[in-house]
């Protein structure tokens, strides 16, 4: 939720932490802060953004070689300056910055309170940095030492940084829950929440384990465990490159990501089977082919967008392999006592890899004995390291905070595990697979083509940009879409949607319909199209505006309704895949109208690593 960024070497840290802070921007923005420490410990906070934290440290000393920032969503205090981070501990030679909670910071403060330690904040973090403190001034260990043995009284998730007044040569970061990823240069060393502040400097990488503490000494990097075992870096090979977490021209990161999504969806797919002979490459696959031929059931876990995606793999793994799916969110998931066991499947889909929730569903998945697969985009990241097999969805880095080209590429990599177990439980012929792998493989160009609807929803955007609610319906593979579109309106134009499967209106939501309601149909041509005109027909006759997304060259519906967008004809199974893109558009371009921040929408963080 929280961005870090950490430098040591012999550069000015102080450009690199506030370009590394607006690189991690995206993960929480309600207040910043650096510590820079250049004999003396400089700290400069606030509330607000990067931009703001710049004025506050404007015409101060800032020259420094060892720093390191933060960008906050707050979880524990109210986002202001002083529960800004970094925070000092009580002689103010430590400090700290933290992403996750502390979850048992209560009870360390009242032993710390009693020791006469006053606190400044109302922040868990800062209990943190008070703790080591008091461990080291009882104990008379080193720092390394006592910050290993603080985290070990420590219950919760955190991703660590931490700098010393007396050891100018020192950083240490730790991590268990949150990520935290060290970068190693030449002669200098950064640590951040993620690559992106990193990747310009270096593009070698270790990325810490849970319950792993890393020490940079006198230009020396060493790891341990919090057990005090001394860990090997794994040092890795950054794949990331500097164009992928830049605008690269567009306004907004959200429509840059809108735009990737005939790319995103070929590199999703690319490599992954062959279209000339019904083939797949896919290690899961391969590895799992004995398990997934007697599977019998899979569970499907994610939230929000994510969990959208899910949805539409219940239709597909049903469709297309005959598997019965449930799909779960993984908040609700893993507070049940679900039954499973050794003969279920559980896919966890999240494009960060690190949503806290999806991680524990998966957890306690394992422990009942379950296979899991990962489907996630960020390379590296908790999910997949926790995961038994999967695959990762390739979109490269989503920076916005709603979801887009993360959705359509989870869509595309299910639609390919879902054909991949329909290969291996002979339930779709070689020549069936190779028909459908065609279509597949003219996805990317038909998303193109159904960008061009772009001037068209700009239009709409403009017209309906002071509705105070919306409804989405679709059926069958139209109503993960519907969802998915009521989702993006409301996370970024904090306008009131709702997704309903649309033959469900009659139950309940027919009441909201009036003439200021905008209905957005999803009214493809399929199996459902007949059904789906009836429910346009139920709203007109309440004198609701239709705008419905439909097949190229679509009559019927274009005479009823108010607003049309044609997307190409494609199986029933791709719909979501190029329906979702108008709706994309569409809430962008209401957000933009309303003058919202699309990138950064009120209280919402890219990555929830936090229950
Ligand atoms: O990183 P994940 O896919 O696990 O994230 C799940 C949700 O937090 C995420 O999809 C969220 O709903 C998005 N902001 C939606 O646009």
Not at 93 to 121: C, D, M, P, Q
Not at 127 to 142: A, C, G, P, Y
Request: net charge negative; proline share 4%.
């Amino acid at each position: 939720m929280c961005g870090i960024v950490a430098y040591i070497g012999p550069r000015e840290a102080y450009p690199i932490l506030i370009k590394g802070l607006k690189r991690l921007e995206y993960r929480g923005y309600d207040s910043a802060g650096v510590a820079l420490l250049n004999g003396v410990m400089r700290i400069y906070k606030t509330k607000g953004k990067v931009s703001d934290l710049e004025h506050v440290a404007e015409g101060h000393q800032l020259s420094a070689h060892l720093g390191m920032g933060h960008t906050r969503w707050a979880t524990h205090g109210e986002p202001n300056d002083v529960n800004s981070h970094p925070h000092l501990s009580q002689d103010g030679s430590l400090a700290i910055i933290h992403n996750g909670i502390i979850e048992n910071y209560g009870t360390l403060k009242e032993a710390l309170l009693e020791r006469g330690h006053v606190f400044k904040s109302d922040t868990d973090s800062e209990v943190l940095v008070h703790l080591i403190e008091e461990i080291r001034k009882n104990t008379k260990v080193e720092l390394d030492e006592a910050v290993r043995l603080a985290l070990c009284e420590v219950v919760g998730a955190y991703a660590i940084v931490i700098i010393s007044k007396d050891d100018p040569t020192k950083l240490i970061g730790a991590r268990k829950g949150s990520p935290l990823v060290v970068g190693i240069g030449d002669g200098e060393y950064f640590m951040a929440s993620d690559a992106s502040p990193i990747v310009e400097y270096t593009k070698d990488v270790t990325y810490l384990e849970d319950g792993e503490i890393a020490f940079i000494k006198d230009g020396k990097l060493s790891i341990k465990t919090i057990d005090n075992v001394a860990k090997t870096p794994f040092i890795q090979t950054l794949e990331m490159n500097l164009e992928a977490i830049e605008k690269g021209g567009y306004t907004h990161f959200m429509l840059k990501e809108i735009h990737e999504q005939p790319k995103s969806i070929y590199d999703s797919l690319r490599g992954r089977f062959d279209t000339s002979t019904g083939n797949f490459a896919m290690r899961s696959l391969k590895e799992y082919a004995h398990k997934i031929k007697n599977l019998k059931r899979i569970i499907i876990v994610g939230c929000g967008t994510s969990w959208h995606a899910g949805l539409v793999a219940e239709y597909l793994f049903e469709d297309i392999a005959r598997i019965p799916v449930e799909v779960e969110y993984a908040s609700e998931f893993r507070y049940r006592n679900p039954v499973i066991g050794e003969d279920d499947l559980v896919i966890a889909i999240s494009q960060s890899g690190e949503t806290a929730d999806t991680l524990a569903a998966i957890e306690m998945a394992k422990e009942k004995g379950a296979t899991v697969f990962g489907v996630c985009n960020v390379v590296g990241s908790s999910i997949p390291r926790a995961s038994h097999a999967g695959a990762y969805t390739h979109a490269g880095p989503e920076i916005g905070v709603a979801s887009t080209k993360a959705f359509t590429a989870q869509v595309s990599v299910m639609i390919l595990l879902a054909l991949g177990f329909a290969d291996i439980k002979g339930k779709k012929s070689k020549s069936e697979l190779r028909n459908i792998m065609a279509e597949l493989d003219a996805i990317p160009a038909k998303v193109e083509t159904t960008l061009k609807c772009e001037d068209q929803i700009k239009e709409l955007a403009k017209k309906y940009k002071d509705s105070h609610n919306f409804l989405y319906l679709g059926r069958g593979y139209g109503f993960p879409v519907a969802l998915e579109g009521a989702l993006k309106l409301k996370e970024i134009s904090y306008i009131h949607a709702e997704g309903y499967p649309a033959a469900e209106m009659k139950h309940g939501p027919i009441a909201l319909i009036d003439e200021e309601m905008p209905v957005v149909v999803i009214a493809t041509k399929n199996a459902h199209y007949e059904k789906i005109i009836s429910n346009i027909q139920e709203v007109k006759a309440r004198k609701g505006k239709i705008i419905a997304i439909v097949t190229e060259g679509d009559t019927k519906v274009r005479a009823m309704a108010d607003y049309v967008i044609e997307i190409p004809d494609a199986p029933d199974i791709m719909v979501p895949l190029l329906a979702t893109v108008p709706l994309q558009l569409l809430s962008y371009y209401i957000a933009v109208e309303r003058g919202c921040n699309v990138d950064q929408p009120r209280n919402l963080a890219k990555s929830v690593t936090v229950e």
